[in-house]
T-cell receptor, first 116, second 109 residues
Framework: EAGVAQSPRYKIIEKRQSVAFWCNPI?????LYWYQQILGQGPKLLIQ????????DSQLPKDRFSAERLKGVDSTLKIQPAKLEDSAVYLC??????????????FGSGTRLTVV | QKEVEQNSGPLSVPEGAIASLNCTYS??????FFWYRQYSGKSPELIMS????GDKEDGRFTAQLNKASQYVSLLIRDSQPSDSATYLC?????????FGTGTSLTVIP
């Protein structure tokens, strides 16, 4: 089974620039998550999709972050404009529908963002 | 109070010893509990899940859950240098899924 695919692996941008990350979940996984992991901290949920609908985006800084999951498969997370404190690893994860209660997540390899 | 708390460590154990990692959580309604291993520069990898009180064993790993004390632990027997990583505790509460900050484990050859 192919894993969760993410790109790019690394990105360096200047503050106030915009950036986008892409995620392709495991085939058949209806639930997709974007997490932010700052160095030395645990992952923090930014947004959760069930198919192409948003289940939870309570911790997404909506003034600068946006995410979409068109057609219920791939997802894109965008930051515009970026701030220095956005430097982190952005992890995408997926699970079977309602499966996170039983199966946990499968994470992608992440995108390491550095804002300078 | 944080939803999930872990001792950040670092925890060092000699090769072959038992490593004990602990986690407490604040919400008594939490339903599912997970341990993830994260190597430096890599994404978290699920190693154990537990849902009911007691012990659950999988190879060298044993997860322990005590809902009355709101406590979950991970024991690693016969620790190997390859077990050196950060171990993240994750707790599912309703629709929310919370991670601890992780405990750094170093196994000394």
């Amino acid at each position: 089974e192919a894993g969760v695919a993410q790109s790019p692996r690394y990105k360096i941008i200047e503050k106030r620039q915009s950036v986008a990350f892409w995620c392709n979940p495991i085939s058949g996984h209806a639930t997709l998550y974007w997490y932010q992991q700052i160095l030395g901290q645990g992952p923090k949920l930014l947004i959760q999709f069930q198919n192409n609908g948003v289940v939870d985006d309570s911790q997404l800084p909506k003034d600068r972050f946006s995410a979409e999951r068109l057609k219920g498969v791939d997802s894109t997370l965008k930051i515009q404009p970026a701030k220095l404190e956005d430097s982190a690893v952005y992890l995408c994860a997926s699970s079977q529908s309602g499966g996170f209660l039983n199966y946990g997540y499968t994470f992608g390899s992440g995108t390491r963002l550095t804002v300078v | 109070q944080k939803e999930v708390e872990q001792n950040s460590g670092p925890l060092s154990v000699p090769e072959g010893a038992i490593a004990s990692l602990n986690c407490t959580y604040s919400d008594r309604g939490s339903q599912s509990f997970f341990w993830y291993r994260q190597y430096s520069g890599k994404s978290p990898e699920l190693i154990m899940s537990i849902y009911s009180n007691g012990d659950k064993e999988d190879g060298r790993f044993t997860a322990q859950l005590n809902k009355a004390s709101q406590y979950v632990s991970l024991l690693i027997r016969d620790s190997q240098p390859s077990d050196s990583a950060t171990y993240l505790c994750a707790v599912n509460t309703g629709n929310q899924f919370y991670f601890g900050t992780g405990t750094s484990l170093t196994v000394i050859p």
